[in-house]
């Protein structure tokens, strides 16, 4: 069993920035890609960012490209996401999650989650 806890969220204007956190418990971090999502109230939870564990190939939703850099420290057993240039369309609960499917845009693949943590920009 792997228990995923972010941090980093809060209330930032627009432009601003912020670095999520995912601290992952267990021992098989580095076995998982790891992958961010989102969601806003009333609106279905969408993709933002992944972290394949075996290629170690990078991922991001159109909308963040550009903006947002998801890393990963294996050896802390953990991910981050940099969230630059902000906008207000960014406002969500920001969600980190482990997977070993390839089909790293979908969150039914998605084994373990984190409590989530919110993220608001305002303008």
């Known amino acids: 069993q792997v228990q995923l806890v972010e941090s980093g969220g809060g209330l930032v204007q627009a432009g601003g920035s912020l670095r999520l956190s995912c601290a992952a418990s267990g021992r098989t971090f580095n076995m998982y890609t790891v992958g961010w999502f989102r969601q806003a109230p009333g609106k279905e939870r969408e993709f933002v960012a992944a972290f394949t564990w075996s290629r170690r190939f990078t991922y991001y939703a159109d909308s963040v490209k550009g903006r947002f850099t998801i890393s990963r420290d294996d050896p802390k057993n953990t991910g981050y996401l940099q969230m630059n240039s902000l906008k207000p369309a960014d406002t969500a609960i920001y969600y980190c999650?482990?997977?070993?499917?390839?089909?790293?845009?979908?969150?039914?693949?998605?084994?373990?989650w984190g409590q989530g943590t919110q993220v608001t920009v305002s303008s």
């Open positions: 999650a482990l997977t070993k499917s390839g089909y790293y845009d979908r969150p039914t693949q998605y084994d373990y």
